[in-house]
């Protein structure tokens, strides 16, 4: 979404209408972070879609580096599973921001 964030009121308006909600604050950038609802599905697939693919390609590049674990139901759906890895000391060094964004993501849901 970050290209997104550069047009004047467009969060403002994506979280006023329910399309996003507030996840929570980004660790290194201190910046608010957002999730997409299921309403930002319906009402605007493409932008949906195409955040979909950004995700699905960060977690193929992870799983491609050994990072993470994936498995795929029936409908090709991909399920992602930490390793039991010391990811803040050993692989965030390693990684780009994009990455360390979705495993950080992935650890806060596993903590919550």
């Known amino acids: 979404m970050d290209e997104f964030e550069e047009v004047p009121g467009f969060m403002e308006f994506l979280l006023e209408h329910g399309l996003i909600e507030i996840y ?9 972070t957002y999730t997409m609802t299921d309403k930002c599905r319906e009402v605007m697939p493409e932008l949906f879609e ?6 699905n390609q960060i977690a193929f590049d992870l799983w491609e580096k050994g990072y993470i674990e994936m498995n795929f139901d029936e409908e ?3 399920l992602v599973m930490l390793k039991p890895l010391n990811y803040e000391k050993d ?3 390693l990684i780009n921001y994009d990455e360390v964004n979705f495993l950080q993501n992935m ?5 919550r």
């Open 91 to 93: 692989i965030f060094p």
């Open 107 to 111: 650890l806060t849901r596993r903590n």
């Open 76 to 78: 090709g759906t991909p």
């Open 50 to 55: 195409e955040h979909m693919k950004h995700i």
């Open 24 to 32: 929570g604050v980004d660790p290194i950038t201190e910046d608010i």
